[in-house]
């Protein structure tokens, strides 16, 4: 029977059950976990409030954290045909092995404010894994930005020949644009990291809920207080937080479409090891960058999710949708994609070569128009007016001479990268975030002994 059967000799219809529910089971998959400590912190607060007695509980709490860890970590764990969802799924279980006392766990819940705390704690263990793979790839473009700094290399404006860049500034440009996106998704973070549990199906419930004690339990900053407002954050949440990576995926594709350029023959700047690219099966010349070009397209994907969560949820009233189901299957997969992004071209990155000499070739040479600019205004005296158009009749005229010894010392420019400073400012976003509180969850709520204070009725972890 599905949870919400109430006669037993009620059959749902096939054909809609795999309309509504095909995908779910795969996709809840990944919020196995979630579920279990989601529930473990909601039979605790039912114990202190009375609604479960001691031996209830007991048997509650051991059951669920071997499901966690023997079924789950393990990757025992499936849901089985005809179970709707992960909490069916987890409550059947339940039911199956301990009897009626399985089916005491929904007490004060409803699938609704379960499926968002389960995406919440989903999303918040995903981000400290994205937070993560991003400082490593941070720190290797900076370690490529020092060990390439006097590599000079064209700049481009309009695809136009502009001025002189330099390598090390190339690989300096993406990782401080990867602390602006880090803000993005810690803001996204903050707005993760409130409690929707005790919300129901939005509107509460008449049972005396404690609704503090599982935000403190499941580590969570802060409650959704209003229960209507919870449910509203469903779809909202998604958008939010796909935005915020979609900002780590365009610079992962601004990068992408650099390297396929910059590898091109008629570039030539960088090369990689021959079994890390693709040949052609009718052109025996070609290496084709594949993988930046695949990065590029599964990124500019990514980016197209806020747009789509938007459209499916920015006319719906208030309250729960089935519609939001829609969003979960494609917002759940986006954190494996951007991850696996970040590992390939991390990979890349580490046996990438740099050719030197690139400035030398004669086509390069208006780079430096303004460089012999800024010598007439600071040797001879021109006004930089006069300056400009001096060098723009000579460059016309074909009677121009390139100064070609760049000076730049300003912050940030050529030879003044401010690396450290960069990298200051990363350590400086990465210190706000508090994932230590993931880890102290976990161990509170699966590995600890817990207890409670006879007066208070609150629960003490050994």
């Known amino acids: 029977m599905k949870i919400w059967e109430k ?58 954290r071997n499901i966690y860890v023997y079924e789950i970590l393990k990757n025992n764990f499936k849901i ?11 409550e059947f279980l339940l039911t199956n092995r301990l009897g009626e006392v399985g089916k005491k766990i929904h007490t004060g819940r409803s699938r ?11 999303v918040r263990t995903e981000i400290k894994e994205i937070v993560e ?23 481009y404006t309009h695809y136009q020949i502009a001025m002189p860049s330099s390598f090390g500034l190339w690989f300096a440009a993406y990782a401080e644009s990867l602390i602006d996106d880090l803000l993005l998704i810690r803001s996204a973070y903050c707005i993760v990291n409130k409690n929707p549990l005790g919300s129901a199906a939005g509107y509460g419930s008449s049972l005396p809920l404690n609704r503090k004690m599982t935000t403190n339990l499941l580590g969570f900053k ?8 919870a449910q509203m954050g469903r779809g909202k949440m998604e958008r939010i937080v ?62 197209s999710l806020p747009n789509e969560i938007s459209l499916i949820s920015s006319n719906l009233c208030s309250g729960y949708h089935r519609d939001f189901q829609i969003i979960k299957e494609r917002f759940i997969p986006i954190f494996e994609e951007i991850k696996k992004c970040f590992f390939m071209f991390q990979y890349m990155l580490n046996h990438i070569t740099i050719k030197k000499d690139i400035l030398q ?50 912050e940030g ?14 350590q400086d976003v990465l210190k706000e975030f508090d994932f230590d509180q993931i880890n102290q969850v976990i161990k509170r709520l699966i590995y600890s002994k817990i207890y409670f204070d006879e007066s208070s009725k609150n629960p003490i972890f050994f």
């Open 361 to 410: 070739d004669d086509k390069y040479q208006y780079l430096f128009s303004v460089e012999v600019v800024n010598k007439l205004v600071v040797e001879k005296g021109y006004s930089f007016r006069e300056a400009y158009k001096k060098v723009g009749l000579d460059i016309q005229n074909g009677c121009f001479k390139p100064f070609t010894k760049s000076c730049y010392s300003h």
């Open 133 to 155: 793979i991003t400082y490593s790839f941070f720190d290797l473009l900076l370690k490529l930005s020092e060990q390439h700094k006097n590599i000079l290399m064209p700049g």
């Open 242 to 303: 796909s935005e915020s990576i979609s900002s780590l995926a365009r610079t992962l594709s601004k990068m992408s479409q650099d390297i396929c350029l910059y590898l091109s023959q008629n570039f030539n700047f960088i090369s990689f090891p021959d079994h890390l690219t693709t040949g052609s099966s009718i052109m025996p010349h070609k290496k084709n960058p594949d993988v930046f070009e695949i990065i590029r397209a599964k990124c500019n994907r990514i980016t």
């Open 112 to 122: 609704n404010d379960q499926i968002l705390v389960d995406l919440k704690l989903f």
């Open 7 to 64: 006669k037993t000799n009620f059959r749902f219809n096939k054909e809609i059950e795999s309309f509504t529910s095909s995908k779910d089971s795969k996709i809840d998959l990944f919020l196995a976990p979630h579920d279990v400590m989601g529930t473990i912190a909601h039979v605790i607060m039912l114990k202190s409030i009375g609604l479960l007695n001691q031996k209830d509980f007991r048997i509650l709490i051991q059951e669920l």
């Open 222 to 229: 802060n409650l959704n207080y209003n229960v209507v407002y």
């Open 413 to 426: 420019s050529i030879g003044n990268l401010c690396n450290t400073q960069i990298r200051n400012l990363m």
């Open 80 to 90: 089985d045909e005809g179970i709707e969802d992960i909490h069916s799924q987890i």
